[in-house]
C-alpha cells in the first residue's frame, strides 16, 4: 500500500480503533468528532445531540475525546516517521508496512530507532575505524575463531585484536538494541514475569520510618497496585528507598539472555557462537535490563498516576454530586479555640447578612456569651441550618450549639445542626476570589460563610476551590499535575452541567463551568445581571457582551431561569426544541404550567408521534421527562450522620464501638471515614462488605453515611482501624495481613483528611481534655436565653 493510501486511510482507523474502545459503532465516533471538533462541548452532545451520536453518554465521550487526542499524536508521528525514512533513501515496502501496522506509540519509536539520528556512539567509531566487516564475517561463518580473524582488522586505531572484537560487539549490542521484534518481545516477557522490588538505603531507616514497610519489598511488577507504587515512588524521591525492576531472579536473567541470544540465531558450541552467546548476554546485562527497567518504571509511573487520577475523579464526582441540604437560612461555625468561633449567617439565597466572633473556650472560657450570640442570631435571621466545620474544637462546637437548640424558648423552632467538611476553606478564604466576593470581611470570616453555603448547595461552593485543596485524592501531590487538572475539570464540568445552573443566583465561578462559556462570558454575565437585573428569559443571554449564537447554543439548555416569562426556561429543555416542547403541550389540551411537574400529564401521548426529520426520538423523550419533572435536580436527598455523644476524641474509642460516620475518600486499598474524633478512620478494602471486594468504590463513596464498627485503635500512630462487615471484621493487623501492606506508616499524604483538619491559627489539633465546657443546668440557659430574647 503507498504512503498517500495509509494517510487516506488515518482518519478510518482512528474511528475504528476509538468504535472499539468505546464499544460504539464507527459511524457514532465519527459523529462525535464532528461535534466534538467543531467547538461543542462533552456534556453538549452527551443531552443534546443524542440522534447524531447514538446515545454515547458522557463517559463514553471523555474517553473518545481522549483517546482521539492520542491518535492523532500517533498518527502524526507515524507520518513525521515515514517522512524521516523516506528522506534517508531507506523506506522499504516492508519497512513502510511495519510502521503501518504500529499500534502504539512505543512500537512506532522502537521501528524508527535504527534511523533516528543520534549523537556519536561506540557503534559509530567502530564502523569508522572499518569494524563492521569483521562483526559480519562472524556472524556469517561459525566456523572462524573471532580471536584470530580480528587480528587482520589491526589499525592505528584499532591496536589489538580486543579492541577489534570489542568495536564488533559495539556494533551487535547496537543492532540487538535496535531490533523492534526483540524489543518487543522482551517487553512482553518483562511486564508478564518482572520483579519489582524496593530496599531501603543504607543509614536512612530513621529518616524514612513510614516507609518502614517497604524496606524489603518484592512483588509481580504487573500485580502492583497504584497506591503502592506511588507510595514507593515517593520514597525513592525522597532518597528513602532504592527500586528495581528485574527478572525474577537467575532463570529470569538467564531466560531474558536466551531471548538476546536467540536473535543472532546461535547453531552450537564453536568458538563464533560462543563469542556471539557472550556478547547476547553482555548486551542484556549492560544495556538492554537497564533501558527496560526503565521504560517499565516509567510505564508504571504512568499507570499508577493514571489510576490515581481517576480515584481522585470519581471521588470528587461523588463529592460534587452530594446531596444539598436547600435555600434556606444557615448559621455558618469556624470552630477554633484561641482565635475563638467564627460566625456568619446567610440567607437563603447564600447572601451574608451578620457575622460574629465568639469565645467560648480558653482563655476566655466565654460560653454563656457564645450560646445566647447564636440564639439571637437564630431568632433574628430564622435560622433554620447550623453549619459546623469539621476542624478543631467541632465537637465542643457541636455540643454547645446543641445545649442552645436544646434551651431555645417555646415558639422558636430549632434549626438543624449538621458538621461539614471544612477541606478548603482556608484555602479558599484567604484567595483573590473570597477577596473580590467579600472585600471587607476579615478573611477567618470567609470560612465560616463558605461553611454555611456549602451545606446549602456543596456544588455551588466546592467549584470555588482548587479541587486538589478538597482532600479526596489519592496521592494527588505525586501525579502529572496538567493530566490531574485536566481530569478533575472535566468532572466539574459533567457534573455542573448534569445538575444545572440557576441563571439568575449562580456566581462567576460555578457560570464558568456551564458547557461554552468560561471565566471571561461568566464574569460578563454577572456584571450583565448587576447592570441590568435579572435575566427574564434564555433569549436575554444573546445580550451578554460577547455571547454569540454558538456559545448559545452550547449554554442555554443547562441554566434555569425559576418563574420567568418561558415556563420552558426552567427545565433542561434547549430553546431549540421548545417548538416540539409546544407541539406535545397542545396536545394535551392543557396550559403548559399545568402540565410541567404534573405527574402522569403526558400518560395518553407516544413519544413517536412527535419525531420528525428535525427531532429524534430520545429528543422527544428528553422533553416528555422535562415536563414531567422540569429541572428535576440528579442529587440525591439530604442526609447527615449523627455522630455517638460522648465519643469525641480518639481516646474515647474501644473496639466493638458501632458508630454512624460519613466517608470523606475513597482510595483503592479502602475508604476513609469521619467518625467525629477528629481523625478519620479506616474501613480497608477487606472490610467493606461480607464479600470480596476489588473496587472500593462498588461499595461506598464519598459524602455516604455509613456505619461502621472500630476494630482496632492506635493511639501513638493515630489509626482507627473500622469495618462494615456484619461479623465485625477482625483487627486491623488482621486486615493487613489478609491484604498484604498496602499504605506507608502514616497513611498515603493527600489519600484524605487521614491528618487532623484545620483549625482557626494553624493550630495543631488539641489533645483529649485540653478544652472543656463549663456546663449549666439545662433551666439557668434557658433563662438566660429568654432574658437575650426579651433585650431589643
Known sequence: MSQT?????????????????????????????????????????????????G????????????????????????????????????????LAKAIAGAETKAQLEDIYLPYKKKRRTKAMIARENGLEPLLDQILSDRSVIPEVLAGSFLTNAVETPKDALNGARDILTERLCESAPLLGRLRSYMKSEAQFTARVIEGKEQD??????????????????????????????????????????????????????????????????????????????????????????????????EEAIQVFARNLKDLLFAAPAGARPTLG????????????????????????????????????GAQTSIARLIKAHGIELVAIGNG????????????????????????????????????????????????????????????ARRLQDPLAELVKIDPKSIGVGQYQHDVDQHKLTKSLEAVIEDVVNAVGVDLNMASAPLLAHVSGLGPGLAEAIVAHRDSNGAFASRRELLKVARLGPKAFEQCAGFLRIRDGKEPLDASAVHPESYAVARQVVKACGRDIRQIMGAEGALNTLRAQDFVSAEVGLPTVRDIFEELEKPGRDPRPSFQTASFTDGVEEITDLKPGMVLEGTVTNVAAFGAFVDVGVHQDGLVHVSQLADRFVKDPHEVVKTGQVVKVTVTEVDVPRKRIGLTMRKDGGGSAKDQRREQGRDTPRGGPKGAGRNQPSRGQGGQPPRKGGQTTLKQDSPGALGAALMDAFKKK
Open 5 to 53: 493510501a495509509q494517510t487516506a486511510q488515518t482518519p478510518q482507523r482512528i474511528l475504528r480503533t476509538i468504535a472499539q474502545d468505546i464499544s460504539a459503532e464507527a459511524k457514532q465516533v465519527a459523529a462525535a468528532v464532528d461535534l466534538l471538533d467543531g467547538g461543542a462541548t462533552v456534556p453538549f452532545v452527551a443531552r443534546y445531540r443524542k440522534e447524531a451520536t
Open 55 to 94: 446515545g454515547l453518554d458522557d463517559t463514553q465521550l471523555r474517553v473518545l475525546s481522549e483517546r482521539l487526542a492520542y491518535l492523532r499524536e500517533l498518527e502524526a508521528r507515524r507520518a513525521t516517521i515515514l517522512d524521516s525514512i523516506k528522506s534517508q533513501d531507506k523506506l522499504t515496502d516492508a
Open 208 to 305: 524514612g520510618a513510614k516507609f518502614a514497610d517497604y524496606f524489603a519489598h518484592s512483588e509481580t511488577w504487573k500485580d502492583m497496585p497504584s497506591h503502592r507504587a506511588l507510595a514507593m515512588l515517593r520514597g525513592a524521591n525522597e532518597g528513602i528507598l532504592a527500586l528495581d525492576i528485574a527478572p525474577p531472579g537467575e532463570e529470569g536473567a538467564e531466560r531474558a539472555e536466551t531471548m538476546v541470544a536467540a536473535e543472532l540465531s546461535l547453531r552450537g558450541q564453536g568458538a563464533a557462537d560462543q563469542w556471539l552467546r557472550k556478547v547476547a548476554g553482555w548486551t542484556w546485562r549492560v544495556k538492554l535490563s537497564m533501558s527496560m527497567m526503565v521504560e517499565l518504571m516509567s510505564d508504571l509511573r504512568l499507570r499508577a498516576q
Open 333 to 368: 461555625l469556624d470552630p477554633g479555640i484561641r482565635t475563638g468561633v467564627k460566625a456568619a449567617v446567610v440567607d437563603a439565597t447564600g447572601k451574608v447578612l451578620a457575622t460574629e466572633t465568639l469565645y467560648p473556650f480558653q482563655p476566655k472560657n466565654d460560653l454563656r
Open 392 to 451: 478543631t474544637a467541632s465537637r465542643e462546637t457541636e455540643r454547645m450549639v446543641g445545649e442552645v437548640l436544646g434551651a431555645l424558648p417555646a415558639g422558636i423552632k430549632a434549626p438543624t445542626k449538621v458538621v461539614v467538611s471544612e477541606a478548603g476553606a482556608s484555602v479558599y478564604s484567604a484567595s483573590e476570589l473570597a477577596a473580590r466576593e467579600f472585600p471587607d470581611l476579615d478573611v477567618s470570616l470567609r470560612g465560616a460563610v463558605s461553611i
